[in-house]
């Protein structure tokens, strides 16, 4: 069956066409929003999907508009756009670095953002806005340093992945240091902000990330032909017209805010950014970095935790971090049996 078709517009332009990856976003995309209505309908006051539909609408009653707008849709689109965000960034790194242990999550970009966020709870016990700003530059500053110890002659490969091992757990062992020197009120709120999760999220969320996805998500895209190109190598890719250090440094950019701002909005999600870019190009069979297919996995994996940690354990309610860092485990020790077997580590 052939899957690529060249669509031409009246135009003269020719565009590409690959339906199997075009298949699998929209059903991606259909799976995150049923999940999400299912989950703005779960809760201590349950209400049917067909009920939130017409809530969202404009069409439910006065408690039902107060319990979905206000209470849970903005944890819904949070959970969304974390996942997107973190897909998205993951599939970034995993196709700069060519390796698909190449993201967030074993970098330390996560726990740069955490690090960043421990500081203002421990040290100055900040406000939840310090906190999201602290997590975000902690992120930055990490990316920052990855980047320059990773340099030589360029950033490739191995050598990033590498690197970002070593900078994590320096990082990992910061964050530990700051858990000791905090009292245990400071204690106890830093430790439920770095499982991860989805409580307590509000419009005040939702803005700043949906703002920062609106500009970053199209630069992604505008750069995804450089970024497909630089996966044949730098030499090829050099040959080809594109400016590989320039649109590596622009998209690792991008990469890490998306990832920061995620972790500043949600704590450290683990393994959506790794997982999620693996799935969907299982799913795509597509080569290059998938991109939007990856974030709409983001999506989906992300709110489909949520609702499995509030229903799947009876009465107790588990941080979505933890439902992820469980499934994404798994996932990891399955990677990584793999790519041993298949003689890349």
Same mark, same amino acid.
Request: glycine share 12%.
């Given at each position: 069956?052939?899957?690529?078709?060249?669509?031409?517009?009246?135009?003269?332009?020719? $565009?590409?066409?690959? !339906?199997?990856?075009?298949? $699998?976003?929209?059903?991606?995309?259909?799976?995150?929003?049923?999940?999400? !209505?299912?989950?703005?309908?779960?809760?201590?006051?349950?209400?049917?999907?067909?009920?939130?539909?017409?809530?969202?609408?404009?069409?439910? @009653?006065?408690?039902?508009?107060?319990?979905?707008?206000?209470?849970?849709?903005?944890?819904?689109?949070?959970?969304?756009?974390?996942?997107?965000?973190?897909?998205?960034?993951?599939?970034?790194?995993?196709?700069?670095?060519?390796?698909?242990?190449?993201?967030?999550?074993?970098?330390?970009?996560?726990?740069?953002?955490?690090?960043?966020?421990?500081?203002?709870?421990?040290?100055?016990?900040?406000? +939840?806005?310090?906190?999201?700003?602290?997590?975000?530059?902690?992120?930055?500053?990490?990316?920052?340093?990855?980047?320059?110890?990773?340099?030589?002659?360029?950033?490739?490969?191995?050598?990033?992945?590498?690197?970002?091992?070593?900078?994590?757990?320096?990082?990992?062992?910061?964050?530990?240091?700051?858990?000791?020197?905090?009292?245990?009120? @400071?204690?106890?709120?830093?430790?439920?902000?770095?499982?991860?999760?989805?409580?307590?999220?509000?419009?005040?969320?939702?803005?700043?990330?949906?703002?920062?996805?609106?500009?970053?998500?199209?630069?992604?895209?505008?750069?995804?032909?450089?970024?497909?190109? &630089?996966?044949?190598?730098? @030499?090829?890719?050099?040959? /080809?017209?594109?400016?590989?250090?320039?649109?590596?440094?622009?998209? &690792?950019?991008?990469?890490?805010?998306?990832? +920061?701002?995620?972790?500043?909005?949600?704590?450290?999600?683990?393994?959506?950014?790794?997982?999620?870019?693996?799935? +969907?190009?299982?799913?795509?069979?597509?080569?290059?970095?998938?991109?939007?297919?990856?974030?709409? &996995?983001?999506?989906? /994996?992300?709110?489909?935790? @949520?609702?499995?940690?509030?229903?799947?354990?009876?009465?107790?309610?588990?941080?979505?971090? $933890?439902?992820?860092?469980?499934?994404?485990?798994?996932?990891?020790?399955?990677?990584?049996?793999?790519?041993?077997?298949?003689?890349?580590?």
């Amino acid at each position: 069956m052939k899957t690529n078709r060249a669509v031409r517009t009246p135009g003269g332009l020719s $565009v590409r066409l690959d !339906v199997r990856a075009l298949t $699998v976003v929209v059903l991606l995309l259909l799976a995150a929003l049923a999940a999400s !209505v299912v989950l703005i309908g779960t809760g201590d006051f349950p209400i049917s999907a067909a009920d939130v539909l017409r809530t969202l609408v404009g069409e439910g @009653d006065a408690g039902q508009e107060f319990i979905v707008t206000e209470l849970r849709l903005p944890r819904v689109l949070v959970g969304l756009l974390v996942g997107a965000s973190l897909g998205l960034g993951g599939a970034l790194f995993q196709s700069i670095s060519r390796n698909p242990l190449g993201s967030p999550d074993v970098l330390g970009l996560g726990q740069g953002a955490t690090a960043g966020a421990l500081t203002m709870i421990v040290l100055f016990s900040g406000s +939840a806005t310090q906190v999201t700003a602290g997590a975000l530059v902690g992120g930055l500053v990490t990316g920052f340093a990855i980047y320059v110890l990773a340099w030589k002659r360029g950033v490739h490969g191995y050598r990033l992945v590498l690197v970002g091992i070593g900078v994590s757990a320096i990082v990992t062992a910061v964050n530990g240091y700051l858990l000791t020197k905090a009292d245990i009120v @400071d204690a106890a709120r830093a430790v439920v902000w770095m499982t991860g999760s989805l409580d307590g999220r509000d419009w005040d969320q939702v803005w700043p990330l949906l703002a920062l996805c609106a500009v970053l998500v199209p630069l992604v895209l505008a750069n995804s032909r450089g970024l497909r190109m &630089m996966e044949m190598g730098d @030499d090829v890719s050099s040959a /080809l017209g594109v400016r590989v250090e320039r649109v590596r440094l622009l998209l &690792m950019v991008a990469a890490v805010l998306l990832t +920061a701002s995620a972790t500043a909005a949600a704590g450290p999600v683990g393994f959506v950014a790794l997982t999620a870019p693996q799935l +969907a190009r299982r799913l795509t069979r597509s080569p290059g970095p998938n991109l939007v297919a990856s974030a709409c &996995m983001g999506a989906a /994996l992300l709110v489909t935790a @949520d609702w499995i940690s509030q229903r799947a354990f009876g009465s107790e309610q588990l941080p979505v971090g $933890v439902v992820t860092g469980v499934l994404g485990g798994v996932y990891l020790l399955w990677l990584l049996v793999t790519e041993r077997r298949a003689g890349r580590i």
